[in-house]
């Protein structure tokens, strides 16, 4: 079984661009157009599964990114690696990000 990566993002030509590339390199991608969808996934799959790190934009309907990320630390208790991946130019949203998440250095 391979490792699984989610991608959450309302774009379909930006899911479709990173699920061909993960794709490419050996992963089984799972796809999510909004936060809700994606705790979804992750409540239906069990806390062992193979889904090894989640790519998500900051900015969609229903359920953003960083609202996202905090139920899945908070609410789910999962620490799997976070990517965010975005185009948004807004200081406030990328200083809310950079807490929730960790930055390699």
């Known amino acids: 079984m391979s490792s699984k990566i989610l991608i959450v993002d309302d774009s379909k030509t930006t899911r479709n661009y ?3 590339i993960l794709r490419f390199a050996g992963y089984e991608v799972l796809e999510a157009v909004d936060g ?3 705790i979804e996934i992750l409540v239906s799959h069990p806390q062992n599964s193979s889904i090894r790190c989640i790519i998500t ?3 969609m309907p229903v359920l953003d990114g960083i ?3 905090k139920r899945i ?9 976070i990517i965010v991946v975005t185009t948004v130019d807004e200081r406030n949203e990328q200083r809310v990000a950079r807490n929730l998440v960790q930055v390699p250095t």
């Open 18 to 20: 990173l699920a061909h």
């Open 73 to 81: 630390r908070k609410e789910l208790s999962l620490n799997l690696p």
């Open 67 to 69: 609202t996202m990320i």
């Open 36 to 38: 809700s969808q994606a």
């Open 57 to 59: 934009d900051i900015n």
